[in-house]
């Protein structure tokens, strides 16, 4: 899926436009980074609070598809070079991460 | 008088370290400075504390030696100690209780230790940025076993502050100091109690703090006495 198509469907608001192609094969949500570094896996889309640096070297260490913000917290500068440099997609919204996963659920992402 | 300051400061041995960041280079840039007291605080390990201790004493300023520890809920809490040998053993068993995932350079950047000759004799192999499994508590009570104290971190950085991820300081522990980065009053009731050190967290060379922050002391020795350590 593009960038653009998955912000949409998920009313999400992206902070990096590419071209690339999002796979997603499973979801991990979760703000310690240690436990997310151990448990999520390649083409996992990553739901998250977390906002530091850090949370783009996990995405691009494991390979995962993408990471979105919820609750609308800020987001360092840092981070967002970081996945621009990375070719990492980063997305925001307001919601909680229960709401995004019913969106995730109710696109056929199980 | 006055004992300028910086005790929380990142060798290139911690993966976000900056390569400048050698034993030398890290004493040297405090006497310039004017600093008399700093401690080297590498994130889960303290293998570049003996160089640095070395490199001290040659140029007269004071090392204490420290670490920054990750605790289980992702809390920095930094731990200072009174003898090398303590602080060295400390992060033997801290660097061990961390996961066996291996540090990838290109992305977090290199762990390198070094001696007091400014050669590279070493690297770490697992990533230091991870999370021990120890909480804040076992922390406090582990430190103490080797004679040395906790301060929780830039307690009020989002993420690794203690009050960002736990939201408060647990009452229960005796702690006396709390740091802080910079030297704004504190509002917060709760840290009210504390003693606050101010330090750079440097993790290039220009951020070593400015003799700006200090310590009134009779003697230098007396560091110890003010921190509590014994």
Known sequence: MKNLDLASNLKLEPLLVTNKEIQIEGVYIGDLLSIAMSKAKENFLWITIQTHVNIVAIAELLDLSCIIIVEGMEIEDETLNKAKELDIPIFKTKDSAYQVACRLHTMGIK | ?230
Do not use: W
Request: glycine content about 6%; proline content about 3%.
């Open chain 2, 1 to 230: 008088m006055k004992f300028y300051y910086d005790l929380h400061i990142h060798s290139d041995l911690s993966p976000c370290g900056n390569s400048d960041m050698t034993p030398n280079n890290i004493i040297n840039m405090s006497y310039i400075k004017g600093l008399n007291i700093i401690s080297i605080t590498d994130h889960n390990t303290t293998k570049n504390l003996s160089a640095i201790a070395f490199l001290g004493k040659k140029m007269g300023i004071k090392v204490i030696p420290g670490i920054e520890v990750t605790t289980k809920e992702e809390v920095h809490i930094l731990c200072y100690f009174k003898a090398l040998d303590d602080a060295l053993a400390f992060g033997n068993v801290i660097y061990d209780s961390l996961p066996n995932i291996k540090n990838n350079t290109k992305i977090f950047g290199e762990q390198n230790i070094y001696n007091h000759n400014e050669e590279k004799i070493g690297e770490l192999d697992k990533l230091l940025i991870n999370a021990t499994s120890y909480s804040v508590e076992d922390i406090y009570y582990l430190s103490k076993r080797y004679h040395g104290i906790t301060v929780p971190a830039h307690v009020y950085k989002k993420s690794n502050g203690i009050l960002g991820v736990l939201g408060f300081i647990p009452i229960d522990l005796e702690l006396n100091f709390i740091e802080v980065t910079s030297n704004e009053e504190i509002k917060d009731k709760q840290l009210k109690k504390y003693i606050k050190l101010v330090n750079s967290d440097a993790h290039q060379l220009v951020d070593i703090s400015e003799p700006e922050n200090f310590m009134n002391l009779d003697s230098i020795e007396d560091v110890y006495r003010y921190l509590k350590i014994y």
